[in-house]
């Protein structure tokens, strides 16, 4: 499938692809967008010369800071809207292609616009669903021989985060201030992180609602999920360790997350499914699924100094999830919990089977014990000030390709 627009083979946001997310020129009022190559597609403009006429979408969908309005819509129309902009660009007769005033007013140089959070997140949960990282801090932390807690295989692990501080990407933040206990002191400390990390993460995004009571089942799930984005969960270790016991993780979570503009839709991957892990023991009846519910998704995360010298420093991938996303919404609603669209469930640290596809400092420098070396001769243990981390994410089958972006920010100092 071609465009007739000048595209990169190796674009992430291929023909394949057409995400969805918020973008910004100068001080303009935020409009929806989608993207193809490096084009920036103004949705507002196209619903306005009647490319969307058939739908009868209101201007204020499109208009919007947010895209919860839009994807509330349901799928059978956000779909259609996808449709339709494959057929646009892909054939050289359609209406926009003929037309160089359409593509003046639809058509944007992304490295003209400023990108925003994609959705108004309302709830967000956390989730610890690769069992290479369980087992990795499990070895870390506790009994090497017994590193996963009794519950791991039998339920899928989450946590209700912090949804006001998740941030789109290129969203700096200062490194956070809280309370420490080193093992050679006596008292607990207070001071910025000595620790801080990121955490490689994706992120589902849902778009229906339900009433408080009701369950959704694994083999309906996917109705209730619109799309995914990179997710950086950035972690204080050194906080985490001493005020986790016995809730949890709190003020080493809460500080700032980040996310990628762009929201893949799950159609948009479903020719990367992939088998998952085998679950032994057998699952409780209401986490059983059927089909090929993982999605192999390739991932990086690099490293980038003030001074601009960049390294690659983890190569992983979605598909080593042990829980999956019918999972986790499954077991999130089982007890009645109720959900709503632009709720966001991340899927914890994603980490493979060795140690260049960990997904955190932590792992990766085996808590500092095993030093990063960089290009420039320093060497990092965990994430310093001024650094950029920056993750990217994209799947690919024969000629097919579908990208996430990146999403990156910058670490400054504690104030």
Not at 209 to 226: N, V, W
Not at 371 to 399: C, H, L, W
């Amino acid at each position: 499938m071609k465009s007739w627009l000048n595209i990169a083979a190796d674009t992430d946001f291929s023909m394949y692809n057409f995400p969805f997310g918020i973008y910004q020129i100068d001080h303009q009022k935020p409009r929806l967008a989608s993207i193809v190559g490096d084009y920036v597609i103004d949705l507002a403009a196209m619903n306005a010369l009647g490319f969307f006429h058939e739908l009868n979408i209101a201007e204020g969908v499109f208009e919007n800071n947010y895209l919860n309005d839009f994807i509330a819509l349901g799928k059978k129309t956000t779909n259609r809207v996808r449709a339709i902009l494959i057929d646009t660009f892909n054939n050289e007769n359609s209406g926009l292609a003929v037309n160089e005033e359409y593509q003046k007013l639809i058509l944007k140089n992304y490295r003209d616009v400023k990108m925003l959070m994609p959705v108004k997140v309302g709830n967000y949960t956390d989730f610890y669903s690769s069992i290479q990282h369980a087992t990795n801090v499990g070895i870390m932390f506790r009994d090497p021989k017994n590193a996963l807690l009794p519950n791991y295989k039998h339920i899928p692990i989450g946590y209700h985060g912090r949804a006001s501080s998740i941030t789109v990407s290129g969203t700096n933040f200062h490194r956070p201030k809280g309370q420490t206990k080193p093992a050679d002191v006596e008292l607990p400390l207070f001071g910025p992180t000595k620790q801080l990390d990121f955490e490689l993460e994706m992120a589902f995004i849902t778009g229906k609602t339900t009433k408080l009571g009701e369950s959704i089942a694994t083999q309906e799930a996917e109705d209730f999920i619109f799309g995914m984005v990179l997710f950086n969960d950035w972690s204080a270790r050194d906080m985490q360790t001493w005020e986790y016991v016995p809730l949890g993780p709190f003020l080493a979570k809460n500080f700032c997350s980040s996310v990628s503009p762009w929201v893949v839709t799950l159609e948009a991957l479903e020719p990367f499914r992939v088998q998952g892990e085998i679950q032994e023991p057998e699952v409780l009846p209401y986490l059983k699924y059927a089909g090929a519910k993982n999605i192999d998704i390739n991932l990086s995360v690099s490293i980038a100094t003030q001074t601009g010298v960049e390294k690659q420093i983890s190569l992983s991938n979605y598909k080593y999830m042990y829980w999956n996303m019918n999972q986790q919404l499954a077991h999130h609603t089982v007890n009645g919990c109720n959900i709503e669209v632009g709720d966001m469930y991340a899927s914890g640290t994603i980490s493979g089977n060795d140690e260049s596809a960990y997904g955190s400092m932590l792992e990766l420098t085996w808590r500092g014990t095993k030093p990063i070396q960089m290009p420039d001769g320093s060497e990092r243990k965990f994430i310093n000030d001024y650094d950029t981390v920056i993750m990217k994410g994209y799947a690919a089958k024969g000629d097919i390709k579908v990208g996430f972006g990146e999403v990156k920010a910058m670490v400054l100092p504690a104030i």
